[in-house]
């Protein structure tokens, strides 16, 4: 296998990420190269990358939807497939929306959709300290706020029946199923972010069954999800109180599925 020196050339950074497996190998040694202030620092990053460390955990950042997202060691990183997901929020959010991006890892779902609505009131929560850490460091510029605790728990009262749009991009790995992960995740990304208990849909039913109580009349709860799992988790938001309507969106292309729920208007009576 190719060795890095202190003098390291991009053919050189090329042929070690290559003969490590990393099928990008020209693109990835331009992200490295490009950010690595020194040759020492360049050639740690290479050495990491190649040991087979998320490339967004040595960089220190990931792109998402358009944007620059800052990522720390062992925090999820935020995949380009659940962009569908903001896109579909956004065309749900009215302007200086609420949104709650919950289970956030980096914060970058909530931050791409902030920035898509314009004058969101922002809200980030990760039970992960990690996670919330790197959080708050994406959503300060935006005026947001992160949070550490046990979902819902972790929200301020105030937001009780205010939020417009809750983003919860929960873990929906089967326990069963963490093994079979590309080792890039399994390895180097927080177990809680990744494992959704025996059918992957313990955080999601935990999720739905008290959405309604933080959701503003009409708001949405967005979540995303495998194939196999959309009637499982459509039951899950139909059986949780509120009286919620339930649709799925799907794109091919990134192989992404989301489930849109919306909350029920209340009745309006009229007396004559």
């Given at each position: 296998?190719?060795?890095?020196?202190?003098?390291?050339?991009?053919?050189?950074?090329?042929?070690?990420?290559?003969?490590?497996?990393?099928?990008?190998?020209?693109d990835e040694?331009?992200?490295?190269?490009?950010t690595?202030?020194?040759?020492?620092?360049l050639?740690?990053?290479?050495?990491r990358?190649?040991?087979?460390?998320?490339?967004?955990?040595?960089?220190g950042?990931?792109?998402?939807a358009g944007?620059?997202?800052?990522?720390?060691?062992?925090?999820f990183?935020?995949?380009?497939r659940?962009?569908?997901?903001?896109?579909q929020?956004a065309?749900?959010?009215?302007?200086g929306a609420?949104?709650?991006?919950?289970?956030?890892?980096?914060?970058?779902?909530?931050?791409?959709?902030?920035?898509?609505?314009?004058?969101?009131?922002?809200?980030?929560?990760d039970?992960?300290?990690?996670?919330?850490?790197?959080?708050?460091?994406?959503?300060?510029?935006?005026g947001?706020?992160?949070?550490e605790?046990d979902?819902?728990?972790?929200?301020?009262?105030?937001?009780?029946?205010?939020v417009?749009?809750?983003?919860?991009?929960?873990?929906?790995?089967p326990?069963?199923?963490?093994?079979?992960?590309?080792?890039?995740?399994?390895l180097h990304?927080?177990?809680?972010?990744?494992?959704?208990?025996?059918?992957?849909?313990a955080?999601?039913?935990r999720?739905?069954?008290?959405?309604?109580?933080?959701?503003a009349?009409g708001?949405?709860?967005?979540?995303e999800?495998s194939?196999?799992?959309?009637p499982?988790?459509?039951?899950?938001?139909e059986?949780?109180?509120?009286?919620?309507?339930?649709?799925?969106?799907?794109?091919e292309?990134?192989?992404a599925?989301?489930?849109?729920a919306?909350?029920?208007?209340?009745?309006?009576?009229?007396?004559?």
């Amino acid at each position: 296998m190719p060795t890095l020196t202190s003098t390291t050339s991009f053919p050189g950074i090329v042929s070690v990420l290559r003969a490590a497996g990393c099928v990008f190998a020209e693109d990835e040694a331009s992200l490295l190269t490009s950010t690595a202030r020194t040759p020492a620092e360049l050639a740690a990053m290479v050495s990491r990358r190649a040991a087979g460390h998320p490339l967004e955990h040595v960089l220190g950042w990931a792109e998402f939807a358009g944007l620059r997202v800052a990522v720390d060691e062992g925090v999820f990183v935020p995949r380009r497939r659940t962009e569908f997901l903001v896109e579909q929020a956004a065309a749900l959010a009215p302007h200086g929306a609420v949104v709650v991006d919950l289970c956030c890892g980096t914060g970058a779902l909530g931050v791409a959709l902030a920035r898509a609505a314009g004058g969101a009131e922002l809200h980030a929560a990760d039970l992960d300290p990690a996670a919330v850490r790197c959080a708050r460091r994406n959503v300060a510029p935006l005026g947001g706020r992160a949070w550490e605790g046990d979902l819902y728990a972790a929200l301020p009262e105030q937001l009780r029946g205010r939020v417009d749009v809750l983003l919860a991009n929960v873990p929906y790995v089967p326990t069963g199923d963490i093994p079979l992960l590309p080792p890039e995740a399994r390895l180097h990304e927080a177990a809680l972010a990744l494992d959704g208990g025996p059918d992957g849909l313990a955080v999601l039913r935990r999720v739905t069954a008290e959405a309604a109580e933080w959701l503003a009349p009409g708001g949405s709860l967005l979540f995303e999800t495998s194939t196999r799992q959309i009637p499982d988790a459509v039951r899950a938001v139909e059986a949780a109180p509120g009286g919620f309507t339930a649709r799925v969106a799907a794109c091919e292309e990134r192989e992404a599925t989301v489930v849109l729920a919306t909350l029920a208007l209340p009745r309006v009576v009229i007396r004559r």
